[in-house]
């Protein structure tokens, strides 16, 4: 069996600094599975090889940092249709948002896009993933995929809530949300290094990874490492993710 190769392209909140915003591309020996469309979707083509694999986006929720991506879409030129996945309604959204005066259409690209409204829970198409909702200030999902006898889990924008739990638990690899250096809880709904440590070490997480840092916070790789080693003193399989990273399960 080959492995799971997981690229980071962005790992950003917010802005772009020397690290784009939130986006990730999971390679499995199956498909490629694109993890929201921040601006670090333009590398997107260094890492897809194989044409012949199907191509997966899932989007958590629809806040500008997660979805500036789209605008790129027109870059590429891929052979296989672009399915993607978020919750309910959010075509009604996108549609206004892919569309003139703000950019191109999907319907215009040179490849086909398909959009797939999903409800919370489980899912065994096109693959065994659960969708859960997580504590922001807007709705947002996080996801649990079954990957090849792995478990992937990405929650991104979130605050420590009980609706992740059972989206975590066992988790081979947890993609989390890191936006703060402390713990802030507002109603932004955001996570310090500490608090996701605890999580991952609660729900028996093997491996945590670090990402959506803050740009006006987490202002160098200093202050990620300095996350990270907050992280590792409760959970020791911990990184913090920067651009260009790639982790193997």
């Known amino acids: 069996m080959e492995d799971i190769k997981i690229h980071f392209l962005g790992t950003n909140g917010w802005y772009d600094t020397e690290n784009n915003t939130n986006c990730v591309l999971i ?90 409204e999903i409800t919370l829970g489980r899912h065994e198409n096109p693959f065994n993933f659960t969708a859960g909702h997580l504590l922001h200030i807007s709705k947002c999902y996080g996801y649990r995929f079954e990957l090849e ?45 500490i608090e996701t440590a605890e999580l991952a070490k609660r729900a028996c997480v093997k491996k945590l990874i670090l990402t959506h840092f803050a740009a006006n916070i987490f202002m160098s790789q200093k202050d990620r490492e300095e996350a990270q080693a907050m992280a590792q003193n409760v959970h020791k399989d911990t990184v913090s993710a920067k651009d260009g990273m790639t982790i193997v399960v």
């Open 27 to 116: 390679d499995t020996k199956d498909a490629y599975v694109i993890l929201d469309a921040g601006n670090g979707i333009y590398k997107l083509n260094t890492y897809i090889t194989d044409h012949k694999k199907p191509l997966y986006l899932f989007i958590g929720h629809l806040h500008i940092d997660h979805i500036s991506g789209l605008h790129i879409l027109n870059k590429f030129h891929f052979k296989n249709t672009l399915h993607i996945y978020s919750y309910k309604d959010f075509k009604k959204y996108l549609d206004v948002l892919m569309n003139n005066p703000f950019s191109l259409r999907l319907d215009s690209l040179s490849y086909p896009v398909e959009i797939h």
């Open 149 to 193: 006898n792995k478990i992937i889990v990405y929650c991104v924008d979130t605050g420590i809530c009980k609706e992740e739990e059972p989206l975590v638990q066992d988790a081979d690899v947890l993609i989390h949300e890191c936006s703060y250096m402390t713990p802030q809880h507002t109603s932004w709904g955001h996570s310090a290094p």
